[in-house]
């Protein structure tokens, strides 16, 4: 069982909007950043969003992050055929002291 | 440009031992943290462990405490994951990333993984 907990799917039309949710406690989420990836099918993740709501050089404005108390959610906009992939939550954990991942939400669009 | 690459994967008898490479290129390697996560197959990602040199620390997933470790040679610019008493739960693709320091184990930079496969 995964310390950050993701709807394990979610779907929508291409151009519609989705959120994944990422729900965790205060060890994780409550007291640090949240990072988001994106794993396309049969490639490696991709760091997507992180300090909560940034994008690295690259991840178009479709793409956005929030954070707060012990949960997190992206939000992808205008979707697109080529959005269909995993997405996993992750932070650190100072209890475990480890690093912590969600369980990841395919997403498909429709 | 930032690379890791990682090796050593392959075929293992349950029970055996197993050492993993990541060697980075394209930024200096002291500065950063570097972790090893593993997908088992159709399954989501799994924080293993992680290798501090600036903070002199080494962390590990409980699922794989005390049957894995996990070292950095700086003069090679290269991480290892020794993995011991491998069974078939341990079956995955193995990845190191990159942290920048004190970055709420942000992985920016990904190898493309090596594949570990422990069966008789």
């Known amino acids: 069982q995964s310390a950050l907990t993701q709807p394990p799917s979610v779907s929508a039309a291409p151009g519609h909007q989705v959120t994944i949710s990422c729900s965790g406690s205060s060890s994780n989420l409550g007291a640090h950043y949240v990072s988001w990836y994106q794993q396309l099918p049969g490639t490696a993740p991709k760091l997507l969003i992180y300090e909560d709501n940034k994008r690295p050089s690259g991840i178009p404005d479709r793409f956005s992050g929030s954070r707060s108390g012990t949960s997190a959610t992206l939000g992808i906009t205008g979707l697109q055929t080529g959005d269909e992939a995993d997405y996993y939550c992750?932070?650190?954990?100072?209890?475990?002291?480890?690093?912590?991942f969600g369980g990841g939400t395919t997403l498909t669009v429709l | 440009q930032v690379q890791l690459v990682e090796s050593g994967g392959g075929v293992v008898q349950p029970g055996r031992s197993l050492r993993l490479s990541c060697a980075v290129s394209g930024f200096n390697f002291n500065n950063y943290e570097i972790h090893w996560v593993r997908q088992a197959p159709g399954k989501g990602l799994e924080w293993l462990a992680i290798?501090?040199?600036?903070?002199?620390?080494?962390h590990y997933a409980d699922s794989v405490k005390g049957r894995f470790a996990i070292s950095r040679d700086n003069s090679k610019n290269t991480v290892y994951l020794q993995m011991s008493s491998l069974t078939a739960a341990d079956t995955a693709l193995y990845y190191c990333?990159?942290?920048?320091?004190?970055?709420?184990?942000?992985?920016?930079?990904w190898g493309q993984g090596t594949l570990v496969t422990v069966s008789s």
């Open positions: 992750g932070t650190w954990d100072d209890s475990l002291r480890a690093g912590v």
């Open positions: 290798t501090s040199y600036g903070r002199g620390f080494e």
């Open positions: 990333a990159r942290e920048p320091p004190r970055s709420d184990c942000r992985l920016d930079y």
